[in-house]
């Protein structure tokens, strides 16, 4: 099984990306999926998930700026990240629960320069 995180990057202030999540070993359409974040000096913080049947849930901190989604044919979830701050800078991990096991992706480092 892997997660395999990616799109992360610099942007600006006000800027937007997208993360994208690709499973192997596991079905995405089958699984709850989560985007964690951790700032450095931090905790690791859920930012969103997707439940299998599709419900989503958002941290307050992302609520109408993130949107979490997944493409079942490419076995993919995408976190797109718009109106971006400073403080969204942390390293982003995805996560699966698939059949009971909880999976983590590497994370990808998203920075936001002021």
């Known amino acids: 099984v892997q997660l395999q995180a990616s799109g992360g990057g610099v942007v600006q202030t006000g800027g937007s990306l997208r993360l994208s999540c690709a499973a192997s070993?596991?079905?995405?359409?089958?699984?709850?999926v989560s985007w964690y974040r951790q700032a450095p000096g931090n905790t690791r913080e859920l930012v969103t998930s997707?439940?299998?049947?599709?419900?989503?849930n958002y941290a307050d901190f992302v609520k109408g700026r993130f949107t979490i989604s997944r493409d079942n044919a490419k076995n993919t979830v995408y976190l797109q990240m718009n109106s971006l701050k400073p403080e969204d800078t942390a390293v982003y991990y995805c996560?699966?629960?698939?059949?009971?096991?909880?999976?983590w992706g590497q994370g990808t480092l998203v920075t936001v320069s002021s």
């Open positions: 070993g596991i079905i995405f359409s089958i699984s709850a």
């Open positions: 997707l439940a299998r049947g599709g419900a989503t």
């Open positions: 996560n699966a629960l698939y059949l009971s096991n909880l999976y």
